[in-house]
């Protein structure tokens, strides 16, 4: 830690779902690293609780029970993994902050490394996933993702970055400034800039339970992650439209030459297919617009079941 200056808080935000299994193994393997961290750092660890059903809770609350640094944010229902993590980044009191889920997938032994780096000047370090222990063809799709994401982004994604984080307290403030419908923190991240550096790790397996995630699952995430970085689809049919008014064209005038009917259907199909790709798009963003103009809160905490930090309070 540094030269006479006080005390930094670091919040560490654990998202949790139905993890009654995980969470006990999590806390026995990153409660180490917390105990190193104390040394120079007020360590805590608030887990949002995204309205889980089972007694994933009660775990929680039997580690409050013995560790006073932990806390936890219980939300009213399941709003997703990426809105409950915009949830604790507007909560969180630390001065810095880190993403970590609890799984273990991510290491926690990571953070020391992440703290690590902070101190030597990054306002962001990620984790950047270089490998995973999954199966070849899921690992082709997630770096095809990856890299679409970023050939259609209109500001800059970090590649392999997901929400593995450690972040200044500046840069929450950058990400959270913006109100979106449907955020998407780590193209927050990417796109606020800041000093930052990716540490490359190899994912491990779950510790314990079932993923929340399937296909239909990570393709929707994908779908909305690819809306959420490019406005590309809205100003595609600009480009298309000289090469779909060519195309119509020559089309037309093979058909007055040949008299071919089946021109006429293929001039008619080409002319439906590009109004209705440029209505879908069109209507996929004047909903999220509509959306973002009403408003909403993402999330709404159930405050029952929430055992939030103390506010800093300032001498």
């Not at 997703?80 to 880190?98: P, V």
């Not at 050939?151 to 840069?171: K, P």
């Amino acid at each position: 830690m540094t030269q006479g200056r006080k005390r930094l808080r670091l919040t560490i935000i654990c998202p949790v779902y139905n993890e009654e299994k995980t969470v006990p193994l999590f806390f026995s393997r990153a409660l180490p690293v917390m105990q190193q961290l104390l040394a120079n750092y007020h360590v805590e660890l608030l887990f949002l609780n995204n309205a889980s059903r089972d007694g994933t809770y009660s775990e929680i609350c039997k580690l409050r029970a013995q560790y006073d640094f932990v806390y936890v944010i219980t939300l009213s229902s399941n709003v997703g993994y990426q809105r409950s993590l915009e949830c604790g980044l507007r909560n969180a009191e630390g001065d810095i902050i880190a993403f970590i889920d609890v799984d273990c997938e991510d290491p926690p032994e990571m953070l020391l490394d992440f703290v690590s780096y902070y101190e030597k000047g990054f306002d962001i370090v990620y984790g950047a996933r270089v490998d995973r222990a999954e199966a070849r063809p899921i690992k082709m799709m997630r770096k095809a993702f990856y890299h679409v994401v970023r050939l259609l982004a209109d500001d800059d994604i970090i590649l392999y970055m997901a929400e593995f984080s450690l972040m200044t307290s500046e840069v929450r403030d950058a990400i959270v400034n913006e109100q979106n419908s449907f955020p998407f923190i780590r193209a927050s991240i990417s796109r606020v800039g800041f000093n930052r550096i990716g540490l490359p790790y190899k994912r491990e397996r779950r510790i314990a339970g079932e993923t929340n995630y399937n296909l239909l699952g990570m393709t929707i995430f994908a779908i909305a992650g690819i809306l959420s970085s490019t406005t590309l689809p809205l100003r595609l049919p600009i480009y298309v439209f000289p090469m779909w008014l060519l195309l119509t064209g020559v089309l037309g005038v093979i058909q007055i030459l040949n008299g071919n009917p089946w021109l006429i259907l293929l001039n008619v199909l080409s002319g439906c297919t590009f109004l209705g790709l440029t209505a879908s798009f069109t209507a996929l963003y004047v909903a999220r617009s509509y959306k973002n103009g009403l408003g909403r809160p993402n999330y709404v905490m159930n405050r029952r079941y929430t055992h939030a930090q103390p506010p800093v309070v300032t001498p």
